[in-house]
Protein backbone atom coordinates (compact mmCIF):
# COMPACT_ATOMS: atom_id res chain seq x y z
CA UNK A 1 0.00 0.00 0.00
CA UNK A 2 1.99 3.08 -0.97
CA UNK A 3 0.25 5.65 1.58
CA UNK A 4 0.51 4.43 5.09
CA UNK A 5 -0.11 6.09 8.40
CA UNK A 6 1.64 6.76 12.07
CA UNK A 7 1.91 4.48 14.62
CA UNK A 8 -1.19 5.42 16.77
CA UNK A 9 -0.06 6.78 20.18
CA UNK A 10 -1.73 4.61 23.30
CA UNK A 11 -5.18 4.96 24.37
CA UNK A 12 -5.56 7.86 21.61
CA UNK A 13 -8.47 6.49 20.21
CA UNK A 14 -10.01 5.76 23.36
CA UNK A 15 -9.49 9.59 24.34
CA UNK A 16 -11.00 10.67 21.40
CA UNK A 17 -14.09 8.63 22.19
CA UNK A 18 -14.45 9.74 25.49
CA UNK A 19 -14.18 13.48 24.17
CA UNK A 20 -16.90 12.87 21.39
CA UNK A 21 -19.24 11.27 24.29
CA UNK A 22 -19.04 14.54 26.27
CA UNK A 23 -20.02 16.48 23.13
CA UNK A 24 -23.54 14.30 23.42
CA UNK A 25 -23.99 16.37 26.74
CA UNK A 26 -24.04 19.60 24.70
CA UNK A 27 -27.46 20.67 23.17
CA UNK A 28 -27.85 20.45 19.99
CA UNK A 29 -27.34 24.59 19.44
CA UNK A 30 -24.39 24.22 21.00
CA UNK A 31 -22.86 21.96 18.31
CA UNK A 32 -20.96 22.70 15.07
CA UNK A 33 -23.38 22.79 12.01
CA UNK A 34 -21.19 19.74 10.74
CA UNK A 35 -22.35 17.76 14.08
CA UNK A 36 -26.15 18.87 14.86
CA UNK A 37 -28.54 15.81 14.38
CA UNK A 38 -26.10 13.44 14.14
CA UNK A 39 -26.24 10.42 16.27
CA UNK A 40 -22.68 11.10 18.10
CA UNK A 41 -22.53 7.17 19.43
CA UNK A 42 -22.85 6.55 15.65
CA UNK A 43 -19.41 8.34 15.23
CA UNK A 44 -16.54 6.68 14.23
CA UNK A 45 -12.80 7.42 15.06
CA UNK A 46 -10.21 6.64 11.91
CA UNK A 47 -6.42 5.62 11.79
CA UNK A 48 -4.42 9.20 13.03
CA UNK A 49 -1.66 10.46 11.11
CA UNK A 50 0.88 12.60 12.46
CA UNK A 51 0.46 16.48 12.50
CA UNK A 52 3.46 18.76 11.66
CA UNK A 53 4.00 22.68 12.14
CA UNK A 54 6.40 24.72 9.20
CA UNK A 55 7.96 27.91 10.78
CA UNK A 56 8.25 30.90 8.95
CA UNK A 57 11.70 31.93 10.46
CA UNK A 58 12.90 28.00 9.62
CA UNK A 59 11.74 28.48 5.67
CA UNK A 60 13.50 31.73 5.55
CA UNK A 61 16.80 30.14 6.84
CA UNK A 62 16.69 27.78 4.22
CA UNK A 63 15.57 24.47 6.84
CA UNK A 64 12.94 23.11 4.19
CA UNK A 65 10.41 20.59 5.92
CA UNK A 66 12.98 18.70 7.86
CA UNK A 67 12.71 21.60 10.51
CA UNK A 68 8.96 21.04 10.76
CA UNK A 69 7.97 19.81 14.30
CA UNK A 70 5.90 16.97 14.84
CA UNK A 71 3.04 18.42 17.36
CA UNK A 72 0.46 15.73 17.83
CA UNK A 73 -1.55 13.61 15.74
CA UNK A 74 -5.14 13.88 13.68
CA UNK A 75 -7.92 11.18 14.06
CA UNK A 76 -11.06 11.92 11.31
CA UNK A 77 -14.23 11.27 12.46
CA UNK A 78 -16.41 9.24 10.21
CA UNK A 79 -20.37 8.70 10.13
CA UNK A 80 -21.73 6.21 7.53
CA UNK A 81 -18.42 6.52 5.71
CA UNK A 82 -18.51 10.36 5.54
CA UNK A 83 -15.56 12.78 7.28
CA UNK A 84 -17.30 14.90 9.90
CA UNK A 85 -14.48 16.10 12.49
CA UNK A 86 -11.41 15.30 13.18
CA UNK A 87 -9.61 15.47 16.70
CA UNK A 88 -5.86 16.34 17.45
CA UNK A 89 -4.85 14.78 20.09
CA UNK A 90 -1.36 15.66 21.78
CA UNK A 91 1.09 12.56 23.71
CA UNK A 92 3.84 12.40 26.30
CA UNK A 93 7.04 11.64 25.54
CA UNK A 94 6.27 7.65 26.48
CA UNK A 95 4.24 7.92 23.25
CA UNK A 96 0.57 7.39 25.22
CA UNK A 97 -1.89 10.51 24.32
CA UNK A 98 -2.79 12.68 27.08
CA UNK A 99 -5.21 15.58 25.29
CA UNK A 100 -7.14 16.10 23.14
CA UNK A 101 -6.78 19.78 22.27
CA UNK A 102 -9.61 20.65 19.43
CA UNK A 103 -12.21 18.58 17.67
CA UNK A 104 -12.24 20.47 14.04
CA UNK A 105 -15.44 20.41 12.14
CA UNK A 106 -13.85 23.44 9.51
CA UNK A 107 -13.82 22.98 5.61
CA UNK A 108 -10.12 20.81 6.01
CA UNK A 109 -12.36 17.88 7.61
CA UNK A 110 -13.68 17.04 4.24
CA UNK A 111 -10.83 18.19 2.32
CA UNK A 112 -7.90 16.38 4.02
CA UNK A 113 -10.54 12.79 3.22
CA UNK A 114 -11.08 13.90 -0.67
CA UNK A 115 -7.50 14.34 -0.58
CA UNK A 116 -6.37 11.08 0.76
CA UNK A 117 -8.50 9.25 -1.83
CA UNK A 118 -7.59 11.24 -4.62
CA UNK A 119 -3.72 10.37 -3.71
CA UNK A 120 -3.84 6.80 -4.11
CA UNK A 121 -4.99 7.08 -7.43
CA UNK A 122 -1.92 9.62 -8.30
CA UNK A 123 0.79 7.43 -10.35
CA UNK A 124 3.20 9.18 -8.35
CA UNK A 125 1.86 7.97 -5.17
CA UNK A 126 1.29 4.96 -6.70
CA UNK A 127 4.89 4.37 -7.38
CA UNK A 128 6.75 4.94 -4.08
CA UNK A 129 5.85 4.52 -0.32
CA UNK A 130 4.94 6.96 1.88
CA UNK A 131 3.51 8.31 5.32
CA UNK A 132 0.55 11.01 4.71
CA UNK A 133 1.39 13.57 7.77
CA UNK A 134 -0.85 16.33 7.99
CA UNK A 135 1.28 19.77 7.28
CA UNK A 136 0.29 23.02 9.05
CA UNK A 137 2.23 26.51 7.73
CA UNK A 138 0.40 29.20 9.93
CA UNK A 139 2.09 32.07 8.30
CA UNK A 140 0.14 31.88 5.18
CA UNK A 141 -2.28 29.53 6.37
CA UNK A 142 -2.12 26.43 4.84
CA UNK A 143 -2.98 23.00 5.46
CA UNK A 144 -1.58 20.00 3.60
CA UNK A 145 -0.88 16.39 3.13
CA UNK A 146 2.65 15.74 3.68
CA UNK A 147 3.62 12.46 1.89
CA UNK A 148 6.94 11.91 3.43
CA UNK A 149 8.61 8.87 1.13
CA UNK A 150 9.56 5.66 3.46
CA UNK A 151 10.89 4.08 0.26
CA UNK A 152 13.39 6.30 -1.19
CA UNK A 153 11.48 8.57 -3.24
CA UNK A 154 11.26 12.04 -2.98
CA UNK A 155 8.49 13.89 -0.46
CA UNK A 156 5.65 15.76 -1.50
CA UNK A 157 3.46 18.27 -0.84
CA UNK A 158 -0.49 17.91 -1.68
CA UNK A 159 -2.22 21.53 -0.29
CA UNK A 160 -5.44 21.77 0.60
CA UNK A 161 -8.29 23.81 -0.27
CA UNK A 162 -8.95 26.87 0.95
CA UNK A 163 -5.73 27.26 -0.34
CA UNK A 164 -3.80 30.31 0.04
CA UNK A 165 -3.09 32.43 -3.50
CA UNK A 166 0.62 30.87 -3.76
CA UNK A 167 -0.47 27.74 -4.30
CA UNK A 168 -2.84 25.24 -6.35
CA UNK A 169 -5.11 22.86 -4.14
CA UNK A 170 -5.38 19.52 -4.93
CA UNK A 171 -1.89 20.14 -6.82
CA UNK A 172 1.15 17.43 -6.17
CA UNK A 173 4.35 20.04 -5.06
CA UNK A 174 7.89 18.68 -4.93
CA UNK A 175 9.60 19.88 -1.67
CA UNK A 176 11.84 22.51 -4.07
CA UNK A 177 8.76 23.71 -5.48
CA UNK A 178 6.48 24.08 -2.76
CA UNK A 179 9.49 26.13 -0.93
CA UNK A 180 9.65 28.50 -3.70
CA UNK A 181 6.05 29.04 -3.70
CA UNK A 182 6.07 30.11 0.14
CA UNK A 183 9.30 31.61 0.27
CA UNK A 184 8.22 35.25 -0.22
CA UNK A 185 5.31 35.11 2.04
CA UNK A 186 7.79 33.70 5.09
CA UNK A 187 10.05 36.42 4.23
CA UNK A 188 7.64 39.11 4.65
CA UNK A 189 6.04 37.61 7.92
CA UNK A 190 9.51 37.39 9.58
CA UNK A 191 10.66 40.73 8.25
CA UNK A 192 7.29 42.39 9.55
CA UNK A 193 7.65 40.21 12.77
CA UNK A 194 4.58 38.36 12.06
CA UNK A 195 2.27 40.96 10.78
CA UNK A 196 2.49 40.66 7.52
CA UNK A 197 -1.27 40.19 6.00
CA UNK A 198 -2.17 36.67 4.17
CA UNK A 199 -1.90 37.67 0.10
Same mark, same amino acid.
Given at each position: MPIQFAKEPHNGSTLVNASLAQ???? =????? !??????? /??GALNVQAPHAIFDLQA?? =????KGLASARATGFRYPVEVAGVSVAAAEVHADASGSANLVANINCGPFVAASARALNDLAK?? !?? /????????????SAIPLMAIWLKSTGGASDLIYPLEPAPSVL???KLY?????? /?AVMPIAQKRVASGGSQPVP
Open positions: LSTR =IPSGL !PPSLAGV /NLDA =ITQGLA !PV /NSGQFEACLLRFVAGSESDFL /N
